[in-house]
């Protein structure tokens, strides 16, 4: 997801940034820069002066810059934590070029679902399509039982369920992510 990689990309500069100003402040106050540096006072500087000399107008400015910032980052927030890259609807191409038929996403993905937890030894199924609605990809998690014949099983699944889903949609080069995963649990004895 390209989400996620300028996330890392960004809190590695902002982490990277952090660092350097402690460093600085670190070396100035150990005298690293000189002893003028070292024995001046944090608001005895240029900086704090046109503070005070402008602060009738610059705190306003300052609140204004700071609420924007805020917003900015719930924004942010609200789209790592609640956004996916899944897709909801997918174009069904015809013969007519004036058709606009869709299909929507959540349906292929039950109905792909349901058939894979109708195989033996399955125990449960999650299905999503991913990317976007006109490079698809269905992403399928199939939990077993812990004898299950991971081959047989995956086999079953790629020449049924997932071959369907590829004649349903007319993908035949559909990309399917497949993973099983073994339960290790022991289901619950009844006496």
Do not use: C
């Amino acid at each position: 997801m390209h989400a996620d990689r300028t996330n890392r990309i960004v809190l590695l500069l902002l982490g990277l940034l952090l660092t350097v100003a402690g460093v600085a402040g670190v070396l100035a106050g150990s005298g690293a820069f000189g002893s003028a540096v070292a024995d001046r006072t944090l608001a005895g500087n240029g900086a704090s002066r046109f503070v005070g000399d402008n602060g009738r107008w610059l705190w306003p400015v300052a609140a204004a810059v700071a609420l924007i910032v805020a917003l900015l980052v719930l924004r942010w927030l609200i789209a790592v934590l609640f956004s996916t890259d899944r897709v909801r609807v997918l174009p069904l191409h015809t013969d007519r070029a004036t058709d606009r038929t869709t299909l929507a996403a959540p349906a292929v993905a039950d109905a792909v679902r349901g058939e894979i937890e109708g195989y033996h030894t399955v125990r449960s199924a999650k299905v999503w399509l991913i990317g976007s609605s006109e490079e698809p990809r269905l992403a399928v998690r199939v939990d077993t039982e812990a004898d299950a014949d991971l081959g047989a099983l995956r086999d079953r699944i790629e020449h049924g369920a997932l071959a369907h889903a590829r004649h349903a949609l007319d993908r035949p080069d559909l990309p399917i992510r497949l993973d099983l995963e073994l339960t290790r649990q022991q289901p619950a004895r009844v006496a």
